[in-house]
């Protein structure tokens, strides 16, 4: 029953457990009843990408992307679904090129 507001920059990656997400963060677990198709569309802004159909992924937290992972900056290996590949490929390249 207690709200706890959570920076972007300090989500690492949200995870869909039953009907609840887990946001996996700097500071510790946190948890809410939504929908992820609902945060994915909202924290998409902020560079969090979907990569499955229960992950949600920081672009700042990405060390590499594999095949079929993702692995994160702290060694996480994350699932990446065939039919978001190509879009995590594309939106890393894009990111790539704005940093340039």
């Given at each position: 029953g207690l709200n706890v507001k959570l920076k972007n920059q300090d989500i690492i990656y949200i995870e869909k457990e039953d009907k609840n997400l887990v946001y996996?963060?700097?500071?510790?677990?946190?948890?809410?009843?939504?929908?992820?198709?609902q945060r994915a569309d909202e924290l998409e802004a902020y560079d969090i990408i979907r990569i499955n159909s229960?992950?949600?992924?920081?672009?700042?937290?990405?060390?590499?992307?594999?095949?079929?992972?993702?692995e994160l900056l702290d060694h996480t290996i994350l699932p990446i679904s065939r039919a978001r590949r190509n879009y995590l490929n594309e939106f890393i390249r894009e990111k790539t090129k704005q940093k340039q």
């Amino acid at each position: 029953g207690l709200n706890v507001k959570l920076k972007n920059q300090d989500i690492i990656y949200i995870e869909k457990e039953d009907k609840n997400l887990v946001y996996h963060t700097k500071k510790g677990l946190f948890y809410e009843r939504c929908s992820i198709a609902q945060r994915a569309d909202e924290l998409e802004a902020y560079d969090i990408i979907r990569i499955n159909s229960g992950l949600l992924v920081n672009y700042e937290y990405i060390f590499r992307v594999m095949l079929e992972e993702v692995e994160l900056l702290d060694h996480t290996i994350l699932p990446i679904s065939r039919a978001r590949r190509n879009y995590l490929n594309e939106f890393i390249r894009e990111k790539t090129k704005q940093k340039q």
